[in-house]
């Protein structure tokens, strides 16, 4: 397990440093000064030169490249350009809206898929198992921000129970905070629960076939025992797999949906620093996402052990 | 029984309520601040917010674009019109209770025209020779040469006062002389403004105005419609206008702002440094479409680069009237192969992104193939605007006041070098008999609009809209700004 452990978290640091190479000079080679945009049409020539000294925008690309890693592995990322405050207080605001969510969102897609795959799997070719078969494809198939501006219509403008978009804060207390989560945790929730259910669905019906739910089925365990309790189990593994991919995707592709509810989340950020030309704050945030992604991996990898201990032996 | 009447009268709170409640206002903004610092960058966003309610200038512009005393009560102008001694208001305390003085205008000036100065308008105090504290309620300015605008020049937003006690942190927490001050920021949502109980002039009519910033037209719609926001400023969606029109909740203001929207030609290269290919183009543009296709019928049709609710506006439409044959003969004329193959570069903006549609089929019906490229606004500023000015055509609204001067010079963008315009512009500075400016700029008008410079297409209209009962708001827009201090709630 140790040995299992420690390989994975060596590739974690590898992918971490290539990630951080290919992102600060991808970002960096994108046409655009930031100072320029900052200053706008007026700007004279002499205006603009002292803007770049004070933004260090006038240092060679390596310093500025190794400048940006130092400063991240002690955990400054630095100021941004646009907003001249730290990245990391910028960051922490942000995920204080766009973690909650993703979370939200994840536990309503989890809380919906599971009952719905499992109750799919064991009546199996049923009129019910069909028509959610159907629906779950429609869910898959109805564009997220679509089905957004559609809850907003009827839930904001006509019955008026929740605002249009908007984050409360914090301060607001955890009752505002949820409810102006609600619509887009749902929104994005939707497309995802009918992803997991029909994953959730079909590796049930593989794990059933299986020889040793017949062996349980012949000790004399109903159909229903042997799903519980042998057949669950063994079809975690790609669901967790699913599970993951799907956190990392509710945290950084939150883009459209805090647009259509105008929260203040990381995907929005992301958009305009990179409008902005806001180098550092876009290096910083990829780079935190690509972080997340990796150690979600990371932690799913350690799961699948969790779950499965003939991967422990490896 | 008991219970019906406490009911009735709960009910008769609850409807009393908001009518109580109404002495904040929720405003919806497109583009959130970057920070608070007026003078130390071009995002118009920044001026939105803080202009007139948390700092002021000397002067200060009014809804009608006229130049007004702002911390400046009065003003003399010496004969040879070099310098100015200003008259400041006493009793004006900044929002951290310290007095401001003749020292704080010393200070701000000479901050913005400084060696290391990031002022966007840098150019606004180019003139000024120095600037010294008489008394403590009395600056004198001295310019270089006379200007006839320096009191404009000193309504801008980049021109306003501020401390040197609070400098420091205007970027974050901004210490002006306003009738608001900075309340707090949930950065990517809101801003909110307190009144100033010791404002030194008219106080504010609100208690507290929160600025929300929705960029997603969509989404601006539906708050609206939810009732979250009070009034929206520059309304993304025009399509919705005549929604909100029609419903008794909503009033909608169509107002002019400062932006000349032009088809900007390159001037210094093939095929449009050709006067008689400028002008083919422009009797290809049909004003109305463009107006009606992309701006959903708002917008006046300008005929050049000029503010047509400007004073001194002429109108020359007529020089560049809708007439496709003329354009076809005009090409035949100048000689050029046809179909002529050029670049449309398109920046974000919507009136750019439809209106080149619009404008490219109208062009590809005299024989000019324009091929339309879409570009970021970043990479617009860097490659279009500012170092090689690849181009050929491109759309774009100038939203300074008065820019009509930045034509003269042949490095600017369009590449426009008229040795005779640049001297009338350069009289136009110096001159301060308003008669004489008039008939200046005028001429100046009229060079461009002969001249075939741009296709000059419409001004930028400003929609704002508005729940029924808020009073006192900016219908036009002659600096980017949401000027708050006479706003209220109809009683």
Known sequence: MLRYTLTRFLSLCLSLAVASVVIFFAIEVLPGDPASIMLGVNAQPDTLAALRAELGLDQPMVARYLAWVTGLLQGDFGISYTYRTPVAQMIVDRLAVSLPLALYALGLTVVIAFPVGIWAASRRGSVGDVSIMGLTQLGVAIPNFWFAMLMVLVFAINLQWFSAGGFAGWDAGLFAVLKSLTLPAVALALPQASILARVMRSALLDTLSEDFIRTARAKGLSRRQALWRHALRNALIPVLTIIGMQFSFLLAGGIIIENVFYLPGLGRLIFQAISARDLVVVESVVMLLVFAVILVNFLVELAYAAVDPRLRAR | ?491
Do not use: C
Request: aromatic content about 10%; charged content about 20%; overall charge negative.
């Open chain 2, 1 to 491: 029984m008991k219970s019906k009447i406490s009911a009735a009268a709960l009910a008769v709170a609850l409807a009393a309520g908001p009518a109580l409640a109404q002495d904040g206002l929720t405003v919806g903004l497109q583009l959130e601040p970057p920070h608070m610092d007026p003078t130390s960058a071009a995002a118009g966003a920044i001026d939105q917010v803080v202009y007139a309610n948390v700092f002021e200038g000397l002067t200060r512009f009014g809804s009608d674009g006229s130049v007004n005393p702002g911390l400046a009560s009065s003003w003399d102008i010496s004969e040879d019109g070099l310098t100015y001694t200003f008259h400041l208001v006493e009793g004006v305390k900044f929002h951290d209770g310290t007095d401001f003085e003749a020292t704080d205008v010393v200070f701000s000036l000479d901050r913005a025209r400084g060696e290391d100065s990031v002022n966007a308008q840098k150019a606004l105090f180019a003139g000024i020779q120095s600037v010294e504290a008489v008394d403590p309620a009395t600056v004198k300015v001295t310019l270089s040469a006379p200007d006839g605008m320096f009191l404009f020049k000193m309504a801008w937003g980049d021109a306003v006062m501020v401390a040197p006690e609070s400098i420091e942190d205007i970027k974050t927490a901004p210490v002006g002389t306003g009738a608001f001050t900075f309340g707090n920021w949930v950065q990517g949502d809101s801003i909110t403004l307190q009144k100033n109980a010791d404002y030194w002039g008219e106080p504010a009519m609100l208690d507290s105005a929160t600025f929300k910033f929705i960029s997603d037209p969509t989404a601006a719609f539906a708050a609206m419609m939810a009732g979250d926001v009070d009034v929206f400023v520059a309304f993304p969606a025009p399509e919705n206008l005549p929604q909100f029109d029609a419903d008794p909740r909503y009033n909608v203001l169509i107002g002019n702002t400062e932006g000349e929207t032009i088809l900007a030609m390159n001037n210094a290269r093939e095929p449009f440094s050709n006067k008689l290919v400028r002008e083919a183009v422009a009797h290809a543009i049909n004003r109305q479409d463009i107006i009606d296709g992309a701006m959903f019928g708002y917008g006046t049709p300008i005929g050049t680069f000029f503010a047509p609710h400007n004073p001194d506006y002429v109108d020359l439409t007529g020089l560049s009237n809708y007439d496709p044959e003329k354009a076809k003969a005009l090409l035949e004329e100048a000689g050029v192969a046809l179909p002529l193959k050029v670049k449309m570069t398109l920046p974000p903006p919507s009136y750019a992104r439809r209106g080149g549609e619009i404008l490219a089929a109208q062009l590809r019906a005299v024989g000019i193939e324009p091929e339309i490229e879409n570009v970021e606004w970043a990479q617009w500023l860097e490659n279009t605007f500012r170092n090689a000015h690849d181009y050929d055509l491109t759309i774009i609204s100038h939203t300074e006041p008065m820019d009509i001067s930045s034509l003269a010079n042949p490095d600017y963008y369009t590449g426009y070098d008229n040795p005779a315009f640049a001297e009338v512009i350069e009289k136009v500075g110096v001159e301060s008999d308003p008669e004489v400016r008039s008939e200046l700029l005028k001429q100046a008008q009229t060079m461009l609009a002969e001249d075939y410079v741009a296709g000059f297409l419409f001004e930028l209209p400003l929609h704002t809209v508005a729940k029924t009962g808020v009073e006192g708001l900016w219908v036009n827009m002659p600096t980017q700004a949401t000027d708050l201090t006479a706003v209220h709630w109809a009683k």
